[in-house]
Every structure is written in structure tokens, then in C-alpha cells.
T-cell receptor
Framework: EDQVTQSPEALRLQEGESSSLNCSYT??????LFWYRQDPGKGPEFLFT???AGEEKEKERLKATLTKKESFLHITAPKPEDSATYLC???????????FGEGTQLTVNP | NAGVTQTPKFRILKIGQSMTLQCTQD?????MYWYRQDPGMGLKLIYY???????DKGEVPNGYNVSRSTTEDFPLRLELAAPSQTSVYFC????????????FGPGTRLTVL
């Protein structure tokens, strides 16, 4: 069975203090790994898809990387508006659904 | 494009009541999904559909029913509401496969008392 574990559960940063969020996964064959951002009271918003180990994608202050066992979401010089819950999900090559992690709640203080 | 829209935004039900959560997408996506999200938990798939007339169970289908008569609409039916169904419900859609990017609606917050 696919498993996705995100750490830490919660992270507090000062504005400008860079850090990383972790997503560890177990699948028999990875079809894709997805990162979403979710603001309070809203639906998840798509950020990135990674398909193979070694792949990297960037968007503004965010950079996602992928290995065979985990993915990192690096946040460089975060701003308060980056505060949100970040969700990771994996899709298996033969699967019929995505498996979501429980998310990391990020708070960036000014 | 409005994307994925859901109604209502909030609803309070009494135990045993029934209701339908509405979901519409205007992106001509084939796949549509219903998830529930409990506090501090990840999204759990309830049902999904790969096209009009075709639906299948996800992880947590008990207590729910779905239908898909058109490409655009994918309503979720709760027949006999129970307190365990208190949750936030999200509808999503994707173009061709379940591992294509999924686009989510704004959610419906349901409380069963």
C-alpha cells in the first residue's frame, strides 16, 4: 500500500529564514509526486509535479526536488504570504488514486 | 474559466437527514473526484469518475453515493447523515488520468449534529 509521510507537522520561520519541508513516500512504481499549497478555508492549489529521481522544479521562492524515497520543498527567504499548509501526494503507475500526506503547516512571521 | 465550483459552502445537518453536495467543472476534464479532509489529516478519496456514466469507490465510500450523468457535474449524495461525516468535502477534476494534475474546488464544510 502506498504511504506518504510529511515532516515536520508544523514549522515556524522568521521572514527570510530559509528551510525545507520533507515528503517521504513508499510506492511500488512512482507515476508522479505532487506538491499543493492550501490556505485556510480554501481548496488545495497545485504547485509542482515531479516524475523521476533527480528532477527539480522552481517557482518564485519555492524549489521542489525528488529522490527515489523522498521529496523536499525548499523555501528560500520566505515571506509571511508563504504561510499555508503544504500537501504532498503520490500517484502509483498501476494505481487508481493519489495518496496524500497529512501536510506541513508553515507559518512565516514578519 | 471558473474551474471547479462547489455548492453549498457551509451546511449543518441533523443526524439522519440527507443532502447533495454539488460539483461542476468547466475545463472539459474527464476525471472527477470527491475527497474529505478531517482536521490534521490528509485528503481521503471517497469516489471518483473517469467519465460520464462511470464511477468507482475510493478509500472511504461508505455512507455516500455518486452519479455522473454529464462531463461537467459530479454530485455527492449523503443519504443518512452521521456525526462521523462531519468534515470538509472537496471536489476535484483532472484531464485524462488520475495522476494528471488535479484541480480542486473551494470546498463544502459540513457539520452533522
Amino acid at each position: 500500500e502506498d504511504q506518504v509521510t510529511q515532516s515536520p507537522e508544523a514549522l515556524r520561520l522568521q521572514e527570510g529564514e530559509s528551510s525545507s519541508l520533507n515528503c517521504s513516500y513508499t510506492v511500488s512504481g512512482l507515476r508522479g509526486l505532487f506538491w499543493y499549497r492550501q490556505d485556510p478555508g480554501k481548496g488545495p492549489e497545485f504547485l509542482f509535479t515531479l516524475y523521476s529521481a533527480g528532477e527539480e522544479k522552481e517557482k518564485e521562492r519555492l524549489k521542489a526536488t525528488l529522490t527515489k524515497k523522498e521529496s523536499f520543498l525548499h523555501i528560500t527567504a520566505p515571506k509571511p504570504e508563504d504561510s499555508a499548509t503544504y500537501l504532498c501526494a503520490v500517484g502509483e503507475t498501476s494505481g487508481s488514486r493519489l495518496t496524500f500526506g497529512e501536510g506541513t503547516q508553515l507559518t512565516v512571521n514578519p | 474559466n471558473a474551474g471547479v465550483t462547489q455548492t453549498p459552502k457551509f451546511r449543518i445537518l441533523k443526524i439522519g437527514q440527507s443532502m447533495t453536495l454539488q460539483c461542476t467543472q468547466d475545463m472539459n476534464h474527464n476525471y472527477m473526484y470527491w475527497y474529505r479532509q478531517d482536521p490534521g489529516m490528509g485528503l481521503k478519496l471517497i469516489y471518483y469518475s473517469v467519465g460520464a456514466g462511470i464511477t468507482d469507490k475510493g478509500e472511504v465510500p461508505n455512507g455516500y453515493n455518486v452519479s455522473r450523468s454529464t462531463t461537467e457535474d459530479f454530485p455527492l449524495r449523503l443519504e443518512l447523515a452521521a456525526p462521523s461525516q462531519t468534515s470538509v468535502y472537496f471536489c476535484a477534476s483532472s484531464w485524462r488520468t488520475v495522476t494528471d494534475t488535479q484541480y480542486f474546488g473551494p470546498g463544502t464544510r459540513l457539520t452533522v449534529l
